[in-house]
């Protein structure tokens, strides 16, 4: 069964509203004009009354990197999203074990979000919810380790 016409976009283009109009995260003059669009053209896409193209959405997560954006694209299917670390400074070494530290500190809070929501004997759609997003950055806290480790040692290292 296919997506409606009138549901096309609709999610995506409500979560680029929050993240860029309403938590106002990225200027959007700014993001509109990195996609090629004037302000009300921008505006349009995030009301869902215009989709998005599949190169503005491209453009967008350049604009405006967010990993809701990104997750949203890729839940459901069986890829993971992974940061860039490469820009972070530093040496490669020193990379790796702050992402190995990350890591640890996303499985903490992924364990924190279960014992809270285990707290009354069941996990209602709040508390699933959450658990799906702090997986989500656990996640990729992992595949981005996994780029690093891969930049690193590309041969030896087939993860």
């Known amino acids: 069964m296919g997506i409606g016409q009138e ?11 929050q ?4 938590e106002r995260r990225h200027s959007a003059k ?14 349009a896409r ?9 190169d503005e959405i491209r453009a967008l997560l350049a604009a405006a990197p967010d990993p809701r954006l990104v997750a949203y694209l890729l ?17 490669v070494e020193e990379q790796i074990h702050r992402g190995a530290t990350r890591i640890v500190i996303e499985a903490t809070d992924v364990l924190e ?6 707290r009354d004997g069941r996990i209602d759609h ?3 919810l959450m658990l799906r997003q702090e997986i989500e950055v656990a996640e990729r806290a992992l595949a981005s380790l996994r780029t690093l480790v891969r930049k690193v040692a590309p041969a030896a290292v087939e993860l």
Do not use: C, K, M
């Open 19 to 22: 993240v860029v109009i309403d």
């Open 126 to 128: 709040r508390d699933a």
């Open 75 to 91: 839940r459901g299917t069986p890829y993971v999203a992974a940061e860039r670390l490469e820009g972070d400074g530093g040496a």
């Open 46 to 54: 995030t009301s869902n009354r215009v989709p998005f193209s599949a």
């Open 113 to 118: 979000s279960v014992e809270a929501a285990l």
């Open 7 to 17: 549901e096309r976009g609709r999610v995506f283009a409500g979560l680029v509203h």
């Open 30 to 43: 700014v993001v509109a004009a990195a996609l090629g669009l004037s302000e009300p053209a921008f505006y």
